[in-house]
């Protein structure tokens, strides 16, 4: 199957720095979204972006699906940016829904 | 519009004990998931449905778990007998369809004993 990997698998920032997670992947796919699980384990979807760029307040996204990776960019990072971030994918031609990462553990500090 | 609701949160069981976990997706969402996430990993499909047909459920250990979707609204995830490698979050998430974005309910915490 797919291959998802993600990195850093940790990040600790003081607030207000940037950063920049990254998930490449094994296969071309169809489908890509990045979740941010919360400290109380909700996961919310946070873009659905397959190939381009996007931006959503401090967060943006750009997937280069030629290249087979994606990246997430955080900027201005805030105490409830905490959490782990996982990019899932599908794969092209696949019927199943999106195998997921092994996730980024960011930590923003005060 | 109302998230996708599970219940029971917290459960906590012996090993070969049954138990079941149930799903409301948001409403007029087509398709409907369960993943299992073990502490430190990502979330891991189970099985998929679209309306009320199976999509997908290679990775569903079907010698003790089983799903179903009544009329294509609400789930139920059950697991008998229950191994102590099934402590896990269980997600239920659904779609309007497979192209869109996934909304992930709360999961429900099993703990087995």
């Known amino acids: 199957g797919i291959q998802v990997e993600q990195s850093p698998p940790d990040l600790i920032l003081q607030e207000g720095a940037n950063s920049t997670l990254r998930c490449n992947f094994s296969d071309s796919v169809n489908n890509l979204q990045w979740f941010h699980q919360n400290p109380w384990g909700q996961l919310i979807n946070l873009f659905y972006?397959?190939?381009g760029t996007k931006q959503n307040g401090r967060l943006s996204a750009t997937t280069v699906a030629t290249e087979r990776y994606s990246l997430l960019y955080i900027s201005s990072s805030q105490t409830t940016d905490s959490g782990v971030y996982f990019c899932?994918?599908?794969?092209?031609?696949?019927?199943?829904?999106?195998?997921f990462g092994s996730g980024t553990q960011l930590t923003v500090l005060p | 519009e109302a998230g996708v609701a599970q219940s029971p949160r917290y459960k906590i069981i012996e090993k070969r004990q049954s138990v079941a976990f149930w799903c409301n997706p948001i409403?007029?969402?087509?398709?409907l998931y369960w993943y299992q996430q073990i502490l430190g990993q990502g979330p891991k499909l189970l099985i998929q449905f679209q309306n009320n047909g199976v999509v997908d459920d290679s990775q569903l250990p079907k010698d003790r778990f089983s799903a179903e979707r009544l009329k294509g609204v609400d789930s139920t995830l059950k697991i008998q007998p229950a191994k102590l490698e099934d402590s896990a979050v269980y997600l239920c998430?659904?779609?309007?369809?497979?192209?869109?974005?996934?909304?992930f309910g709360p999961g429900t915490r099993l703990t087995v004993t």
């Open positions: 899932a994918v599908r794969p092209s031609g696949s019927a199943r829904q999106l195998t």
């Open positions: 998430a659904s779609s309007y369809d497979r192209e869109r974005l996934m909304y």
């Open positions: 409403s007029g969402h087509a398709t």
């Open positions: 972006i397959p190939s």
